[in-house]
């Protein structure tokens, strides 16, 4: 096994090791102890993750890879392991009966264990960018060639979201929509990195990742909408005004 191969396999037992630490650090407590009904949300997070990331794999790029079942098998996408990730969450959700929400907790967990993974990718040199002219910022393949360093871009991304999460955490920004606003964010952002990457194509310049993409934009949509009509605003929370009621010829 290569270097690089073992290195990836690494930082991904890392990112689940990482983020359970995260995940259990973060998450609400009742008398000292962690609701283990969060530890179930957290496995059904992973399983549903890695079932999304072979289906993924399988639509976006199976076809390509037919005749070679080392990449039918090892093959995956984040893109489907997001949407994967929240169905498993769902439906584990339903079966615990947990009805508080998990989804600021993700936002803590899941950027940080993109963000361990594409270092992964940066030393097995997989998902790469488009060819193009050598510069200072690019990256070089087994054959020499420059390209967009498109893992080190989500790199970026990543952690700068990681970094967000963690502010908006401390001072309370947008309680109970983190994870959707991620979801959102990225979904953007990969639709519009698609472009960069050298993954295969389906009509013209789109492929198979821009409708995950689109997928995980879709996600992140609903469930903020969902969770946006479940929370109160602070005009109906606010108790009304005391004192008489005006008269109709006061009133302009």
């Known amino acids: 096994m290569a270097p690089g191969t073992i290195f990836y396999s690494l930082t991904t037992v890392a990112g689940i ?4 630490f995260v995940w259990r650090r973060f998450a609400p407590r009742r008398d000292g102890r962690t609701d283990p009904r969060f530890a179930a949300v957290y496995g059904g997070a992973l399983a549903g993750a890695y079932l999304g990331a072979k289906f993924a794999f399988l639509i976006a790029e199976g076809w390509h890879h037919r005749h070679d079942w080392v990449a039918l098998v090892s093959g995956h996408s984040v893109t489907g392991a997001l949407v994967g990730g929240v169905l498993g969450v ?26 361990l993974g594409r270092i992964g990718c940066i030393a097995a ?26 893992a080190a871009a989500e790199l970026a991304f990543n952690l700068g979201f990681w970094c967000w999460a963690l502010i908006a955490t401390r001072r309370g920004w947008i309680p109970g929509q983190r994870f ?63 004192g008489p009621p005006r008269s109709a010829a006061s009133r302009s």
């Open 17 to 20: 090791a990482v983020t359970a």
């Open 90 to 115: 769902e439906a584990v959700k339903s079966m615990v009966g947990l009805r508080e929400g998990t989804g600021d907790l993700f936002a803590l967990t899941v950027p940080l264990a993109l963000a």
């Open 125 to 150: 040199g997989c998902c790469p960018g488009v060819e193009c002219e050598p510069a200072w910022w690019t990256a070089t393949d087994a054959h020499g060639h420059a390209r967009w360093p498109a």
């Open 180 to 242: 959707n606003a991620y979801l959102i964010a990225y979904g953007c952002f990969r639709f519009a990195h698609e472009f960069a990457r050298d993954d295969a194509r389906w009509w013209g310049p789109l492929g198979g990742y821009h409708l995950a993409a689109a997928a995980i934009m879709a996600t992140g949509i609903i469930l903020w909408r969902r969770r946006a009509r479940l929370t109160p605003s602070p005009a109906a929370s606010r108790p009304s005004p005391s």
